[in-house]
């Protein structure tokens, strides 16, 4: 390969330099912009997707949180201003949140996701309906059934039998009394407040729910019935008009009786207040329906986020892997191919100009130049060995035929080499054959022989 290399032109090889180099830059460049898309993609998707999701739910369960909590202050209350709460969470929290997941989910890639967010999306419509049901109820008189029994029907029979037993003491106060009388009056008073103490301790019992009230009604009630069974036995005594409010008395009471059982049902039971039953069998499990599932949806995109987090992570690691990897690579392979064109290119040219030099100073013995390139500075190195070595034969053949050695007739060279040396040579023959002749003429003749 490096061989290869060597033997390309100058042109074509400082071209492929650039070239390689270039397209090492540019397959850098490309990585790089390909990757950080990726980062950007997946950074994009964290804060546009993941985040704003959970930012969503997490707005949501507060708002529904918050709306319970302004319910039960309403509940209790009954302040225009837990109302107004109520609608505020709704309207800034609830809603505004869930048109926002409503709008990130076209682009949730998990379905169980989408299914959660569709059940949330029914729960929510049934959890407003509910909690209006309850806002709507709470301050009337069908919120507590029991109060309203014991307020609309009961009350108005103890007044009956309160009545009665105040006109059966008026009269009974008219009457003679005797040892057959003695205690009656006191008997109907007792019975009266026995009466009044019984509905009390219910009024309590229903509005606090405490046992110790409801043992106390039922001790006043059963020493009542006591005391009107008693009353009843002493019939025979009464008069006319007493016996007529006795028997509106026992009315009254007879219907009172199964009233009160009533209420104590009722507030036994979890439907006492229809309000709170209402959100603990209703609203309260939508809650917490909603709540799981979103939940959910937060446990997930938590889990997506610190998955997209640690992709980031490894991207970035790796981008900077592969920086570093292209930086030594890209700095070896331009050092070695800067040192190995400016190799092939300096050292031949340092040697060119020695022996150029040299030659212009007229000396031919130099040492053959090492040819490393096959290029046009090898083949100008190749030149110029050729030349010298012409230079150093030109010489030698012209020395010997300047000092008279014509033996040589044919020299190893070519173009004017040739010439020049053939033109010595005749030159030199031509000089001989007239030194020849010149002798021919100055010696004397010979004496003749006669």
Known sequence: MLSWFLNMRIRTKV????LLVTLILMVVILVIIQMVKNIEATTKRVVDLRTPTAQASLMMLNGMNHSLASLRAWIILGEDEFKKERRAAWDEQISPSLEKMQG??????LTENLGHLKQVQADIVRFKEFQKEIEDIAQTEENTPGRKILFHQVVPLEKVVVNNLTRMLKLELKNTQTSERNGLASLMTDLEASTGLAIEKLEEYMLSGSPVFKEQFEYQWNKNNHQYVELRSRHGLFSSGQREALNRLTEARDRMGPLMQQIIRIRTSDEWNRAN???KTKAAPLAASITHHLNEMVASQNGQLQGDLTEVKRQTHFLIVILVAWFILGGLLSGVLGATITRGISEPLTALDRVMSGLTRGEFRHDKIEIITGDELGQLV????????????????????LSG???VQEFDLEGEFNIILNDILNR???EEDQESSQEGQESPPSPSQD
Do not use: I, M
């Open 104 to 109: 990130l989910s076209q682009r949730w890639a």
């Open 405 to 407: 050695n014509l033996k």
């Open 428 to 430: 030199v023959k031509q």
């Open 277 to 279: 039953f209402l959100l």
């Open 15 to 18: 071209f492929s330099s650039f």
């Open 382 to 401: 190749n030149h110029t060995n050729e030349l010298a070595s012409r230079l150093r034969q030109f010489r030698r053949h012209a020395t010997n035929l």
